[in-house]
C-alpha cells in the first residue's frame, strides 16, 4: 500500500476470505483492500478462484470464513441487508441476463423503476442516456434476440449502470463473445475506467488488463499470489508463478546434486524439450552444448552443486531463456574466460546476466 492510499479508507476490505466447497477449496487466505475510484484487473490460471473471489463479495457465494467490509459495514454480518449490497454493487456476467420478452430500454429500466422506486419517465430518461453512453441508443426499441453478443453484452453493462453503484464487478465479460465482438465490450469498460468508477474485472485480456488498471491481482494457490501496479506485473513480476502465467513460460527443469548424475539421459531431455517448443536444430545443439561446457565441464568440476540448469521458452515474446543456479562464493564463469568452450558458449547467447544474492549465483542467458 503506498502512502497516498495509506491516508483513505478503503471502499472495500477482505480479511482471511475462504471458500471452500466439498471437493475443492479455490479461496483459501484472501485479504486486499481496494479503494475508491481504482481499477483493478483480476487474472490468473483458469480453476484458481477468480470468478469466486467477485462473488463472494457482491454474496452471490457464501464465504466460508473471513470478512468483507464496504464502506465500513460487514457485509457478512448475518443481519446485513443484501439488497443494500447489491444496489452498490453490480455486477456484469460472462452471460447477459437479458429479459428477452423485454426491449432493450425495457431492460435497462427494470430495475431502477422496481428497486429505486423511480419513475418510468426518469428511468427511461436515465435508460437512454446509458444506451448512448454505451453506444446503443439506436437499440432501445429491439429484443435482445436481434442483438449481437457484444451489443448484448453492452446492454448488461448499461443495465448495472442503471443502478447507479459505487462498485461495478466484471466477471470475463467477454469470454462468451466471437473476437470479432470483444473490442467494441473493452472499449466501453475503458471508457467507464476514465470516469472514476470503481471496478474489477476479471479479464483473461492481458493486453487490455495492463492498459486500464490501476492495480492488477494474480490469483493462485487460493489467494491474491501477486498483486502490484500493471508495470510491476506484466514487465517486472517479482514470484515465479506470475512470471510464469504472463510470459506463458515452457519450463525445462534440470537439477544435478551429484557429479554422478546420467549426462545422456539429461542430453536426451533438452533434446526432446527442444522439439516439444518446436526450436530448431541449432538452437537446441547450443542449449546441450551450454549444459555440457558450462555445467558439466566447468561449474560442475569446480564443485559447485547443487546446481539448476532450466531453460524457459516464453510463448508471447519468443524468447528462450537459460537459467543456471549454483551455490557461493560469488563467481560468473564468463567474467575472465579463457576456455575456448567458454568463449564459445558465450558467443551463443544475445545477452548474459551474472546475479548473487549472497548465498546463491544466479546466470541468465538469453538466445
Known sequence: MNAKESAREPL??????????P???PL?????????GEVISVIGPSGTGKSTFLRCLNRMEEPTAGEIFVNGEDTTAKKYDLNLLRRKMGMVFQSFNLFSHLMVIENVMLAPVDLLGISRQEAYEEGMRLLRTVGLADKALSFPDELSGGQKQRVAIARTLAMKPEIVLFDEPTSALDPTMVGEVLSVIR??????LTMLIVTHEMRFARDVSSRVFYMDEGGIYEEGPPEQIFDHPQRERTRAFIKRLKVLKIEVDSPDFDLPETATRIEEFGRRMVLGQKQINSLQLCFEELCVQTLLKKGK????????VAEA?????????YGGPAYDPFGDAEELSLRIVAGLFSRREHRFDGEKNLLLLTF
Do not use: W
Not at 317 to 325: A, D, F, P
Open 305 to 312: 552443486l547443487p546446481l539448476d540448469f532450466s531453460v524457459e
Open 28 to 36: 483459501k487466505d484472501v485479504s486486499a483492500d481496494i479503494f475508491p
Open 23 to 25: 471437493n475443492v477449496t
Open 191 to 196: 471508457s467507464l475506467a476514465g470516469e472514476g
Open 317 to 325: 515474446e519468443g524468447k528462450t531463456e537459460v537459467r543456471v543456479g
Open 12 to 21: 472495500i476490505r477482505v480479511c482471511h476470505l475462504q471458500k471452500a466447497y
